[in-house]
């Protein structure tokens, strides 16, 4: 049973444009949603996380939109760089246990 | 600065053999955490640890066994690989404060199991 699901599994946008990418959920206990950035080789390293009781969580230029209602988020990458091609992990937090479910990722490539 | 080390970042091992993986975190977080990665299914959950000396299993605990002697010191035991335990593994810690609890990851060792 996959808890975290992320949408779509690849996603290629051109330099300048704003990448979308879509998370959702089925454990209403979740409560904490952290985003995770990771390069060819490399550990998953942390990007922005959002709490449960805010719908919008804004970092430079990376915004999450948080509906608790429909148990979904999305990730909004503005002003795509070729830098920025990698692979995004939506993950999700019960505090009362601590435990992080990732999903399997969306892979993103700004072509430039 | 705050860091989570794994070693050895790499290794071959042996069907039927023992391997130990050992990760080293200076954040001074209690919870840490053991993942694997393969391709097409995220990070999955092994082992992970909120206190030393104790150690709970994850979504995927069979064939692991986990070790916490320290705050700072967590370790992962595979007693027999197998090839199926061929992967990337990812150590992890975390704070147990609310709002902070996404965890810090080191870079990984890859384990080839022939």
């Known amino acids: 049973q996959q808890q975290v699901r992320q949408s779509p599994q690849s996603l290629t946008v051109w330099e300048g444009e704003t990448a979308i990418l879509n998370c959702s959920y089925e454990?209403?206990?979740?409560?904490?949603f952290p985003w995770y950035q990771q390069f060819p080789g490399e550990g998953p390293a942390l990007l922005i996380a959002?709490?449960?009781?805010?719908d919008k969580k804004e970092d430079g230029g990376f915004t999450i939109f948080f509906n608790k209602r429909e148990k979904n988020l999305s990730l909004h990458i503005k002003d795509s760089q070729p830098g920025d091609s990698a692979t995004y992990f939506c993950?999700?937090?019960?505090?009362?246990?601590?435990?992080?479910?990732f999903g399997k990722g969306t892979v993103l490539l700004v072509s430039p | 600065e705050a860091a989570v080390t794994q070693s050895p970042r790499s290794k071959v091992a042996v069907t039927g053999g023992k391997v130990t993986l050992s990760c080293h975190q200076t954040?001074?977080?209690?919870?840490m955490y053991w993942y694997r990665q393969d391709t097409g299914h995220g990070l999955r959950l092994i082992h992970y640890?909120?206190?030393?000396?104790?150690?709970e299993k994850g979504d995927i605990p069979d064939g692991y066994k986990a070790s916490r002697p320290s705050q700072e010191n967590f370790s992962l035991i595979l007693e027999l690989a197998s090839l199926s335990q061929t992967a990337v593994y990812f150590c992890?810690?975390?704070?147990?404060?609310?709002?902070?609890?996404?965890?810090?990851f080191g870079e990984g060792t890859r384990l080839s199991v022939l």
């Open positions: 959002i709490r449960s009781v805010s």
């Open positions: 640890s909120y206190v030393a000396d104790s150690t």
């Open positions: 454990n209403s206990a979740f409560d904490y």
């Open positions: 992890a810690s975390s704070d147990a404060r609310e709002g902070n609890q996404a965890p810090l």
């Open positions: 954040n001074n977080h209690d919870y």
């Open positions: 993950a999700a937090i019960d505090s009362g246990y601590n435990k992080l479910t």
